[in-house]
């Protein structure tokens, strides 16, 4: 008797489980998308492009604290959308596998690798590998890119493809004026007697 009842009831109930995944797996647009965003936090801004666009947005709810988003209005593709609700917040998004992941991944891979680069030239330096004016001009290029990435982070909200090649490459070319320091020495260890 309840049988009749419960097998609609049963067909009904998988059918909203299946609407209601759809959005969440839906595929980011790829076409142009109406936007009319007022400014607004950042966090709320990040959900309502989500929401908009139908992309998954990866992000560390801690990075959007404190942050505004400023008003976008258009017709504009979600690449675009994102990118301008994130200029000037110094964030940068990228895509990733399938969804946008909203981070400081760049900057924060090329302080690291500026920091490395610097402590290199400095043991060179000490060690006399490398002249007082090759430190200068190593120690001026690691400025550039050290101040360059976050601005152009910052005016574009990503680093493009470009910017990263050129921004390697420069310290790539340092790299190789510094040359690698020798491997130190096992502790106890005593040369050779010749």
């Not at 001009?137 to 360059?148: F, T, Y």
């Not at 990435?149 to 493009?160: G, T």
Request: with cysteine.
């Amino acid at each position: 008797m309840f049988s009749s009842f419960v097998r609609p009831l049963a067909l009904l109930g998988s059918g909203v489980g299946l609407l209601l995944a759809v959005p969440a797996v839906a595929e980011c647009a790829r076409g142009k998308v109406r936007v009319d965003l007022p400014q607004q936090r950042m966090d709320e801004r990040m959900q309502a492009l989500a929401h908009l666009t139908g992309c998954f947005m990866e992000v560390d709810p801690t990075l959007l604290a404190d942050r505004q988003a400023p008003r976008v209005r258009g017709r504009v593709t979600p690449r675009h959308a994102l990118y301008l609700s994130l200029r000037r917040s110094g964030l940068e998004a990228a895509p990733y596998k399938g969804h946008w992941r909203i981070d400081r991944r760049q900057q924060e891979r090329f302080a690291r690798r500026i920091t490395t680069l610097r402590t290199t030239a400095a043991e060179q330096r000490e060690r006399g590998a490398i002249s007082r004016v090759r430190a200068a001009g190593v120690a001026h290029s690691l400025r550039h890119v050290e101040k360059a990435v976050p601005r152009e982070v910052n005016e574009q909200a990503h680093l493009s493809v470009k910017d990263r090649i050129r921004y390697n490459a420069q310290l790539d070319r340092v790299g190789r004026k510094i040359g690698t320091p020798p491997p130190p020495l096992p502790s106890g260890w005593v040369p050779p007697i010749r």
